[in-house]
């Protein structure tokens, strides 16, 4: 072959960066372009769960079935991103017994581990549970940190040789004698690092196959080219509670439906969720009856959820794709399984694939399809490594246990640290410099955190997607300041302003549909020091040009229904 075949993959979420590791291992040279961070669309608004396939085990047994492997390799090459929880498929009374028995045998014939407990086994695992759960079927599902598992698929891909370019818009599709040869790219901060204030400018990106990856966006990018690729986006509400209310993820047993699972993530519980089809994938209504319906419905299932306190809520879309021959009126009935759409077959458009639908569970199969597709048209003989090299940070992960004492860091702050770090523990953590925790509500450390910064620049979300330094039950109040005054010396002071205003406005955004009781006097203490005793709401050394809104709402986005959901 006289030259190295040029991919441009378009998405960093689970799938785009997965895609690019297994094209960066196989030899080929790869660019992955994103339009905001790593993980800026449907992966980093899902709930965590890794599937068993047990929530398909009746009614997409296909999907099933794919969930249960790649979740046996995910626990293998990405150890550190995945909390082995376990799961239970539980009944209420006015559940139905056949359904019960229909999953039971869906996933008996789905290759699923399942075992039915009783009531009283169900309730020894979770003390929380509803009193009149009658039985429940246990199953291998687990939780999964899709931040972390996006930035070490992107950070595998780099090592391979691949460059991954977050806030980096496509703008148009370079398409010449009726083939796609290449991205127009809108860079926010040039190339490399995300640095605020930084101009990047307009970049052709010449290659010889572009693979859309975008999830609910492939549609858009399809557009540039004049092919129609019909997604179907649905959107699905979670909400973040303060506290783990369960270790195990609690599904309810029956056919689908919303506000059905509980999902224990890091140092909290996520509930989920709505399943609503939308038109746009960034323009649509985030509705305060869905929050509602989550905490009210799944009380049904643990009763203290309806007193416990919210600290944000979330909507995701997801790429649903279904062929245009089948039509379904209901998001839930299309499957949850992937297509691989190849343009030069279907659309005479050589030069792009777009793959679609799917879950993050199977990202890795989605991407290895993808690879070996790419493969095939340019004649590589190249197998699939990504089910068995583990992903950076997963590599002996048994040494993990003997890292937990070894830095001298107070536990759950040595645990918390090293469950994030895996294997790179070692690397990060030994240091002779000061180590204070400067996110308590997450055991963040400064080592941690200065090893974020030198990944990601100056963008602390990126760092937060790294560290989950701000992600917890304060939600930034006590710790933002102290993760923009380590930018201090490397960056000047309205570099680092900025990059403290979009924290905050990020943490903000999340909370407006968790206003009352608790959260409600959280919110106000989180206004009072940033905005007030910190001056981040009128501060003049940001400059006349900059306007800093991420509290401007404030108390006026507080709940006017009297505070039905506590004082």
């Known amino acids: 072959m006289a030259s190295v075949p040029h991919i441009a993959v378009v998405g960093g979420g689970s799938t785009g960066t997965g895609i690019a590791r297994d094209l960066a291992m196989r030899g080929f040279d790869v660019t992955l372009v994103e339009q905001g961070n790593l993980t800026h669309g449907t992966t980093g608004r899902m709930h965590g769960l890794l599937h068993s ?20 390799v995910l626990r293998d090459i990405a150890s550190h991103c995945v909390e082995e929880t376990g799961g239970l498929f539980v009944k209420r009374p006015e559940d139905s017994e056949e359904y019960f028995q229909e999953k039971l045998q869906g996933c008996e014939d789905c290759g699923i581990p399942a075992e039915v407990v009783s009531g009283e086994q169900a309730r020894e695992m979770e003390p929380h549970l509803a009193r009149d759960v009658e039985k429940a079927i246990a199953v291998p599902d687990a939780a999964v940190d899709p931040f972390r598992l996006v930035v070490a698929n992107a950070a595998s891909a780099q090592e391979h040789g691949a460059r991954v370019e977050t806030h980096s818009a496509v703008t148009d599709l370079l398409v010449e004698g009726g083939e796609v040869v290449g991205l127009e790219v809108e860079h926010d901060s040039g190339p490399g690092k995300h640095v605020h204030g930084t101009e990047g400018g307009t970049e052709e990106i010449r290659a010889d196959h572009v693979v859309n990856a975008t999830g609910a966006w492939a549609g858009r990018i399809g557009d540039m080219a004049g092919v129609d690729v019909a997604v179907r986006p649905s959107k699905g509400v979670m909400t973040v509670m303060n506290v783990r209310q ?3 993820v609690v599904n309810r047993c029956r056919p689908k439906g919303d506000a059905d699972i509980v999902v224990p993530h890091e140092t909290t519980a996520i509930l989920g969720t709505t399943d609503v089809e939308v038109d746009d994938p960034e323009d649509y209504p985030e509705e305060q009856w869905e929050v509602d319906e989550m905490i009210d419905t799944l009380s049904e299932l643990v009763p203290m959820l309806a007193e416990a306190r919210t600290v944000r809520s979330f909507w995701g879309v997801r790429p649903l794709y279904e062929p245009p021959d089948v039509g379904s009126d209901d998001p839930t009935d299309i499957t949850r399984d992937f297509f691989l759409l190849d343009h030069a077959d279907r659309d005479a458009l050589p030069g792009m694939t777009t793959v679609v639908g799917g879950k993050l569970t199977t990202y890795r199969m989605m991407a290895e399809s993808v690879a070996d597709h790419v493969c095939e048209r340019f004649g590589v003989d190249a197998e699939c490594r990504t089910a068995d090299v583990p992903l950076p940070g997963s590599e002996e992960f048994s040494v993990l246990r003997d890292y937990m004492d070894e830095f001298g860091l107070r536990s759950p702050i040595g645990r918390r640290s090293v469950e994030r770090l895996g294997s790179r523990a070692d690397d990060v953590l030994d240091t002779d410099a000061p180590n204070p925790v400067v996110c308590e509500c997450e055991g963040v450390t400064r080592a941690e955190l200065r090893d974020a910064i030198e990944q990601s620049g100056s963008d602390l979300n990126a760092v937060r997607i790294r560290t989950r330094a701000s992600m917890g039950n304060c939600q930034g109040g006590f710790c933002a300041h102290r993760m923009a005054s380590e930018l201090h010396g490397e960056y000047d002071e309205e570099t680092t302003r900025r990059a403290w205003d979009d924290l905050l406005q990020e943490r903000w955004k999340g909370q407006r549909h968790a206003l009352w009781g608790e959260q409600l006097s959280q919110a106000m203490l989180n206004y009072a020091l940033h905005a007030t005793t910190q001056n981040r709401d ?19 986005a507080a709940r006017t229904d009297g505070g039905n959901r506590g004082d």
């Open 53 to 72: 396939g047990g929530r398909y085990a009746v009614a997409d047994q296909a999907s099933a079935r794919e969930c249960i492997a790649e979740n046996r």
């Open 246 to 248: 369960v270790d195990t």
């Open 538 to 556: 009128s501060d003049p050394a940001d400059g006349d040009d900059v306007d800093f809104a991420a509290f401007d709402a404030g108390p006026d």
